[in-house]
C-alpha cells in the first residue's frame, strides 16, 4: 500500500471522529489568549496518542511526530485555536455555548483537522522519515499576534524545521476543493487610531468653534490621495475607515472626533513611507484649520508570502491527491493573517481549504454571525495535509 492510500483510508476512517472535534471545539469557543479549555482539548489528544509536546506563548501547544525511518528533516503544520467576539446566528447542535464569543473564521475547522493529521502521522510513523511539527497556535485575531509569539519562544527551533504549511478555510470555494497561490498572498496590516482636537460649542455659532468634524472630514478625503496619488498604481493598497465617533449632536459642535482604520499592502518599504505621509498629512490638515491631530499607528502583521519553490511543490501535491480539477488558482488576498510572520523567517505555504455550500448554506463570509462549514471540508483537510508533509519529507 502506498503513502497516499494509507493516508485517504485512515482518514476515511477517522472522519466522523474529526467532525466530533470540529463541533466540540466550535461549542467551545474561547478568545484569543484565554484559549485554556481548547488547549487543555488538545492536549489530551495528544497524551491519549503518546505525542510529546510542550506548551508555548501561555495557552499554545507544539507537538513531535518523529518517524521511524533515518531522515534530519522537520517539516512544521500550523493550526490557529482562538475565537472572534461575534455573536453566533446558526441554530445547530453544536452552536457556541458562549454567548457573543463564535468560531467565525473557521479557526476550530483548524484545529480539529491538524488534531486529524496528527492521529494519521502518528499510525504511519513506521512509514515515514523525518520529524513533523504540530504548531497549535493561540491569538491570531488580535495584535501582536499569537505566531510572533511563539516565534519569539522558539517555536521554530530545536528542531529547526525547513518549512511550514497552514491552511484556512474559504467558503467562496466549493467542498472537496482547495486554492494554492506562490509568491506574495496576503496584505500587511496596521491599525489607525486618530484623534481630532477641535473646539466644541453651539452648532448655530461656529465662528466661535473649532470644528473637529469638519476638520476629520477634510482628513478622511485627503488621505485616500496617499493611494491614489502616492501609491504605485501596480501595488495594491487599501486604506479604510470603519468607525468616527464624534458625540455630539444636532446642535453641538464636540471637542474632538475620534476615527479608526486600516491601512494594507504588500510591499514593507511602501507600508512604512506610507504610515509616515498619512501622519504628516493628517497633522497639517488639522493645524491649517485651527485644531490638531494625534495619529497614532498599531503596526500589525507584515504581509504573507508563499515561497515559490514550496508552494508550487504543495499545489502538486494537492493535484496528486486530489485529482487536478479541485486544485485551483488563487489572486492576491487584502485580508491579513499572522501566518504572515512565518513566512517572513522559514520557507512557508499558506492554501485555503474550500467549505462553501450553496445548498446546505455555508457560503457566508467569515467574521460573519452566520459562518459555517460543509463538514464534507473534513473529508480531505486532514489527509490532505499529512500528505503534503510527507512528500515535503522526501516520503
Same mark, same amino acid.
Given at each position: 500500500?502506498?503513502?497516499?492510500?494509507?493516508?485517504?483510508?485512515?482518514?476515511?476512517?477517522?472522519?466522523?471522529?474529526?467532525?466530533?472535534?470540529?463541533?466540540?471545539?466550535? @461549542?467551545?469557543?474561547?478568545?484569543?489568549?484565554?484559549?485554556?479549555?481548547?488547549?487543555?482539548?488538545?492536549? *489530551?489528544?495528544?497524551?491519549?496518542?503518546?505525542?510529546?509536546? +510542550?506548551?508555548?506563548?501561555?495557552?499554545?501547544?507544539?507537538?513531535?511526530? +518523529?518517524?521511524?525511518?533515518?531522515?534530519?528533516?522537520?517539516? @512544521?503544520?500550523?493550526?490557529?485555536?482562538?475565537?472572534?467576539?461575534?455573536?453566533?446566528?446558526?441554530? *445547530?447542535?453544536?452552536?457556541? #455555548?458562549?454567548?457573543?464569543?463564535?468560531?467565525?473564521?473557521?479557526?476550530?475547522?483548524?484545529?480539529?483537522?491538524?488534531?486529524?493529521? %496528527?492521529?494519521?502521522?502518528?499510525?504511519?510513523?513506521?512509514?515515514?522519515?523525518?520529524?513533523?511539527?504540530?504548531?497549535?497556535?493561540? @491569538?491570531? =485575531?488580535?495584535?501582536?499576534?499569537?505566531?510572533?509569539?511563539?516565534? #519569539?519562544? !522558539?517555536?521554530?527551533?530545536?528542531?529547526?524545521? /525547513?518549512?511550514?504549511?497552514? /491552511?484556512?478555510?474559504?467558503?467562496?470555494?466549493?467542498?472537496?476543493?482547495?486554492?494554492?497561490?506562490?509568491?506574495?498572498?496576503?496584505?500587511?496590516?496596521?491599525?489607525?487610531?486618530?484623534?481630532?482636537? !477641535?473646539?466644541?460649542?453651539?452648532?448655530?455659532?461656529?465662528?466661535?468653534?473649532?470644528?473637529?468634524?469638519?476638520?476629520?472630514?477634510?482628513?478622511?478625503?485627503?488621505? /485616500?490621495?496617499?493611494?491614489?496619488?502616492?501609491?504605485?498604481?501596480?501595488?495594491?493598497?487599501?486604506?479604510?475607515?470603519? *468607525?468616527?465617533? %464624534?458625540?455630539?449632536?444636532?446642535?453641538?459642535?464636540?471637542?474632538?472626533? #475620534?476615527?479608526?482604520?486600516? &491601512?494594507?499592502?504588500?510591499?514593507?518599504?511602501?507600508?512604512?513611507?506610507?504610515?509616515?505621509?498619512? #501622519?504628516?498629512? @493628517?497633522?497639517?490638515? %488639522?493645524?491649517?484649520?485651527?485644531?490638531?491631530?494625534?495619529?497614532?499607528?498599531?503596526?500589525?502583521?507584515?504581509?504573507?508570502?508563499?515561497?515559490?519553490?514550496?508552494?508550487?511543490?504543495?499545489?502538486?501535491?494537492?493535484?496528486?491527491?486530489?485529482?487536478? =480539477?479541485?486544485?485551483?488558482?488563487?489572486?492576491?488576498?487584502?485580508?491579513?493573517?499572522?501566518?504572515?510572520?512565518?513566512?517572513?523567517?522559514?520557507?512557508?505555504?499558506?492554501?485555503?481549504?474550500?467549505?462553501?455550500?450553496?445548498?446546505?448554506?455555508?457560503?457566508?463570509?467569515?467574521?460573519?454571525?452566520? &459562518?459555517?462549514?460543509?463538514?464534507?471540508?473534513?473529508?480531505?483537510?486532514?489527509?490532505?495535509?499529512?500528505?503534503?508533509?510527507?512528500?515535503?519529507?522526501?516520503?
Amino acid at each position: 500500500m502506498t503513502i497516499k492510500e494509507q493516508i485517504q483510508q485512515l482518514s476515511t476512517a477517522i472522519f466522523e471522529q474529526v467532525v466530533g472535534y470540529r463541533q466540540h471545539i466550535h @461549542a467551545n469557543p474561547e478568545l484569543s489568549f484565554k484559549e485554556f479549555e481548547t488547549s487543555a482539548y488538545i492536549r *489530551k489528544h495528544l497524551e491519549e496518542w503518546d505525542i510529546p509536546y +510542550t506548551e508555548m506563548a501561555n495557552t499554545g501547544v507544539v507537538g513531535l511526530i +518523529t518517524g521511524e525511518l533515518p531522515s534530519d528533516k522537520v517539516i @512544521a503544520l500550523r493550526a490557529d485555536i482562538d475565537a472572534l467576539p461575534i455573536l453566533e446566528a446558526n441554530e *445547530k447542535p453544536y452552536t457556541s #455555548k458562549n454567548p457573543g464569543v463564535m468560531h467565525a473564521c473557521g479557526h476550530d475547522v483548524h484545529s480539529s483537522s491538524l488534531l486529524g493529521t %496528527a492521529f494519521i502521522l502518528n499510525s504511519m510513523k513506521a512509514s515515514f522519515g523525518g520529524t513533523v511539527k504540530l504548531i497549535f497556535q493561540p @491569538a491570531e =485575531e488580535v495584535l501582536p499576534g499569537g505566531a510572533s509569539i511563539m516565534i #519569539k519562544e !522558539g517555536v521554530l527551533e530545536n528542531p529547526k524545521p /525547513q518549512a511550514i504549511i497552514g /491552511q484556512h478555510v474559504m467558503p467562496l470555494i466549493d467542498a472537496g476543493k482547495v486554492g494554492f497561490r506562490s509568491g506574495i498572498y496576503m496584505a500587511s496590516t496596521d491599525e489607525l487610531y486618530v484623534t481630532v482636537h !477641535g473646539k466644541g460649542g453651539h452648532g448655530a455659532q461656529p465662528q466661535q468653534n473649532i470644528d473637529p468634524v469638519l476638520i476629520t472630514a477634510h482628513i478622511i478625503v485627503a488621505l /485616500q490621495q496617499i493611494v491614489s496619488r502616492n501609491a504605485d498604481p501596480r501595488l495594491p493598497t487599501v486604506l479604510s475607515f470603519g *468607525k468616527v465617533q %464624534a458625540n455630539g449632536a444636532t446642535n453641538i459642535i464636540p471637542n474632538e472626533v #475620534k476615527l479608526e482604520g486600516t &491601512f494594507r499592502t504588500l510591499n514593507e518599504e511602501w507600508r512604512k513611507e506610507a504610515k509616515v505621509l498619512m #501622519k504628516k498629512m @493628517a497633522e497639517g490638515i %488639522a493645524e491649517s484649520m485651527g485644531g490638531s491631530c494625534d495619529f497614532n499607528i498599531m503596526d500589525g502583521y507584515p504581509f504573507l508570502i508563499n515561497e515559490e519553490q514550496l508552494s508550487n511543490a504543495a499545489k502538486g501535491y494537492a493535484e496528486d491527491y486530489l485529482g487536478k =480539477e479541485n486544485v485551483l488558482d488563487l489572486d492576491i488576498w487584502m485580508a491579513a493573517e499572522d501566518f504572515a510572520y512565518y513566512s517572513q523567517v522559514t520557507d512557508a505555504c499558506f492554501y485555503r481549504l474550500g467549505t462553501g455550500n450553496k445548498e446546505k448554506g455555508t457560503s457566508y463570509s467569515v467574521h460573519t454571525p452566520n &459562518f459555517d462549514i460543509d463538514e464534507d471540508a473534513l473529508k480531505l483537510s486532514t489527509g490532505l495535509m499529512a500528505y503534503i508533509a510527507l512528500r515535503q519529507l522526501g516520503n
